[in-house]
């Protein structure tokens, strides 16, 4: 669980209600329903127009992220690579064929495969990196949804608050009636402005944070192997994948 994050959404709506407290306001008055689904509902309705099904639903995989971010096992994996260098220096290449059933991380196991067959170093990486950037650039997009969400949120705030106006506007007649229409063109605004900068822009960059963590995990593992391929003593891969580590 990502202590950090659940702390960051604690400290912003606290910060939030706590200043509406002291300059008098009370909880109720930012408690509006139909504000929500205004702007919730076509913040939403935005997206999915404008996002393929497939971009979304691994949006939606990724979400998990924000409070329970992903593990890149950095110092396990380097001790692993030296590991296979120390076998390959003393049985060749083909010695690290037994170590493919044992690796559970396919992009890993590919990498592998392709020593253990043989392949040029430079194809290796051009492969793996092919494949690195591929997937990066999904796990961009999917990550991006939420950057969207947040984009549109404000805008439709805007939306809602012209929504409420419109409302009063046609009951000037009855006072009776102004308060809740005031209410929704003021709350829809605050929902905007505070569902972005509060939650969907701070989650979309933290899921890109850790896209990133993961490409810089794959790139060492691709220097790693291609350096197995090159026959590199293991404590020069050692050296040379410390760089990667924090």
């Given at each position: 669980?990502?202590?950090?994050?659940?702390?960051?959404?604690?400290?912003?709506?606290?910060?939030?209600?706590?200043?509406?407290?002291?300059?008098?306001?009370?909880?109720?008055?930012?408690?509006?329903?139909?504000?929500?689904?205004?702007?919730?509902?076509?913040?939403?309705?935005?997206?999915?127009?404008?996002?393929?099904?497939?971009?979304?639903?691994?949006?939606?995989?990724?979400?998990?992220?924000?409070?329970?971010?992903?593990?890149?096992?950095?110092?396990?994996?380097?001790?692993?690579?030296?590991?296979?260098?120390?076998?390959?220096?003393?049985?060749?290449?083909?010695?690290?064929?037994?170590?493919?059933?044992?690796?559970?991380?396919?992009?890993?196991?590919?990498?592998?495969?392709?020593?253990?067959?043989?392949?040029?170093?430079?194809?290796?990486?051009?492969?793996?990196?092919?494949?690195?950037?591929?997937?990066?650039?999904?796990?961009?997009?999917?990550?991006?949804?939420?950057?969207?969400?947040?984009?549109?949120?404000?805008?439709?705030?805007?939306?809602?608050?012209?929504?409420?106006?419109?409302?009063?506007?046609?009951?000037?007649?009855?006072?009776?009636?102004?308060?809740?229409?005031?209410?929704?063109?003021?709350?829809?605004?605050?929902?905007?402005?505070?569902?972005?900068?509060?939650?969907?822009?701070?989650?979309?960059?933290?899921?890109?944070g850790y896209v990133l963590e993961e490409s810089e995990y794959r790139?060492?593992?691709?220097?790693?192997?291609?350096?197995?391929?090159?026959?590199?003593?293991?404590?020069?891969?050692?050296?040379?994948?410390?760089?990667?580590?924090?």
């Amino acid at each position: 669980m990502d202590s950090l994050s659940l702390l960051g959404i604690s400290v912003g709506i606290i910060a939030l209600l706590g200043g509406n407290w002291l300059e008098g306001g009370r909880l109720d008055t930012l408690l509006d329903g139909p504000a929500l689904m205004i702007v919730f509902g076509g913040s939403v309705g935005a997206v999915l127009l404008q996002t393929p099904a497939r971009v979304f639903g691994q949006a939606l995989a990724q979400l998990r992220y924000v409070l329970l971010p992903p593990r890149f096992p950095m110092d396990e994996r380097i001790k692993r690579t030296v590991s296979w260098g120390q076998l390959a220096r003393h049985e060749g290449l083909l010695g690290l064929e037994k170590m493919l059933g044992r690796e559970r991380d396919p992009f890993v196991k590919k990498g592998l495969q392709l020593v253990v067959d043989g392949t040029e170093p430079e194809d290796i990486r051009r492969m793996l990196e092919l494949e690195l950037d591929s997937h990066e650039q999904r796990r961009l997009r999917a990550a991006r949804v939420f950057e969207s969400m947040g984009g549109y949120s404000p805008t439709i705030g805007i939306i809602g608050a012209v929504m409420g106006l419109i409302q009063v506007m046609q009951n000037l007649a009855d006072p009776a009636l102004l308060g809740s229409g005031i209410a929704t063109a003021f709350v829809s605004t605050i929902y905007g402005v505070g569902l972005a900068n509060l939650l969907l822009l701070p989650m979309a960059n933290k899921i890109k944070g850790y896209v990133l963590e993961e490409s810089e995990y794959r790139e060492m593992v691709i220097e790693g192997l291609v350096a197995i391929s090159e026959g590199e003593n293991p404590r020069m891969i050692e050296i040379r994948l410390r760089g990667f580590a924090h």
